[in-house]
């Protein structure tokens, strides 16, 4: 199977802007979780769709949202992007949930100036 | 918040030395896992381990878990060059996935 997928691998946004980042999850997998990676912070979860439907969240401001499509596809939005957004964001597929064995992408690196 | 923190952060052997990383956490867990991430790079599991199970294990790497103590450790058996990336515990308990900040382990050749 294929593994999954992100685009794309790196981006560079100022201030202020919105972005957009997808993720493809292994085929067969209906969940798929974001999480944001800074070398303070470490591994932080964002959210989990399962089937299309938000199921858990992660502690982040509004500015975060997601979606995910009937294919399992998944979006991240981030508006008003702030110099602290600047990390590597993960998604992560399963085919049981959040809670367990996670299938990382290679990941999103944003940089915002 | 991290549940799971692992210890030492930082690590560094020699090739076929063992490698142990620890990991503590706070609350009631279903299961424990370990990941493996490679500078910059996605993680990918290594090893689930049940809150019921003591021992496991699959190829060189031996998890071991004290539910009563709330700890775990890995152990890389005769470490690699290759081997060389961070190491990330990550618990459950009802919510999902927490990780800890990770250990890096450098194997020197």
């Known amino acids: 199977k294929a593994g999954v997928t992100q685009t794309p691998r790196y981006l560079i946004k100022t201030r202020g802007q919105q972005v957009t980042l997808s993720c493809s999850p292994i085929?067969?997998?209906?969940?798929v979780s974001w999480y944001q990676q800074t070398p303070g912070q470490g591994l932080q979860f964002l959210f989990e769709?399962?089937?299309?439907?938000?199921?858990n969240k992660g502690n982040f401001p509004g500015r975060f949202s997601g979606r995910q499509f009937s294919n399992s596809r998944s979006e991240m939005n981030v508006s008003t992007l702030e110099l602290g957004d600047s990390a590597l964001y993960l998604c992560?597929?399963?085919?049981?949930?959040?809670?367990?064995?996670?299938?990382f992408g290679p990941g999103t690196r944003l940089t915002v100036t | 918040s991290q549940q799971g923190e692992e210890d030492p952060q930082a690590l560094s052997i020699q090739e076929g030395e063992n490698a142990t990383m620890n990991c503590s956490y706070k609350?009631?867990?279903?299961?424990l896992q370990w990941y493996r991430q490679n500078s910059g790079r996605g993680l990918v599991h290594l090893i689930l381990?049940?809150?019921?199970?003591r021992e496991k294990h699959s190829g060189r790497l031996r998890v071991t878990l004290d539910t009563s103590k709330k700890s775990s450790s890995l152990l890389i058996t005769a470490s690699r060059a290759a081997d060389t990336a961070s190491y990330f515990c990550?618990?459950?308990?009802?919510?999902?996935?927490?990780f800890g900040k990770g250990t890096r382990l450098s194997v020197i050749a």
């Open positions: 381990i049940r809150s019921n199970e």
């Open positions: 992560a597929s399963s085919s049981l949930g959040s809670s367990y064995e996670q299938y």
């Open positions: 085929s067969g997998h209906r969940s």
């Open positions: 990550a618990t459950d308990g009802n919510t999902p996935l927490v």
């Open positions: 769709y399962f089937s299309e439907t938000q199921r």
């Open positions: 609350t009631s867990i279903n299961n």
